[in-house]
Nanobody, 124 residues
Framework: QAQLVESGGGLVQAGDSLRLSCAASGRTFSGYAMGWFRQAPGKEREFVAAISRNAFNTYYGDSVKGRFTISRDNAKNTVYLQMNSLKPEDTAVYYC?????????????????WGQGTQVTVSS
């Protein structure tokens, strides 16, 4: 069982940067691949990024590729999402998720554990 707690959200202006963190507790963090998803009001949950257990493999949604970077620190049981060049359309609740799979996935159904989410609001 893993517990995930996101932090780092907030209100920023277009073009600004934010770094989200997701701290995990419970089972050994390095045993999970991790993902970030987001959900805006009235929209379906959208894949943002994923990272494999050993951080060798990373994946990004098309809308964030080149602007967002996912990383992890297994010693700190934490996964990060560095978000640069933020746009108003990035406004959403951001969730981190954990799967016992090796590589991570774009599919939300693959993930076993979810955090409570952190709000990111980008003003124009």
């Amino acid at each position: 069982q893993a517990q995930l707690v996101e932090s780092g959200g907030g209100l920023v202006q277009a073009g600004d940067s934010l770094r989200l963190s997701c701290a995990a507790s419970g089972r050994t963090f390095s045993g999970y691949a991790m993902g970030w998803f987001r959900q805006a009001p009235g929209k379906e949950r959208e894949f943002v990024a994923a990272i494999s257990r050993n951080a060798f493999n990373t994946y990004y949604g098309d809308s964030v590729k080149g602007r967002f970077t996912i990383s992890r620190d297994n010693a700190k049981n934490t996964v990060y999402l560095q978000m640069n060049s933020l746009k108003p359309e990035d406004t959403a609740v951001y969730y981190c998720a954990a799967t016992s799979g090796l590589l991570g996935s774009r599919e939300p159904s693959v993930y076993d554990y979810w955090g409570q989410g952190t709000q990111v609001t980008v003003s124009s």
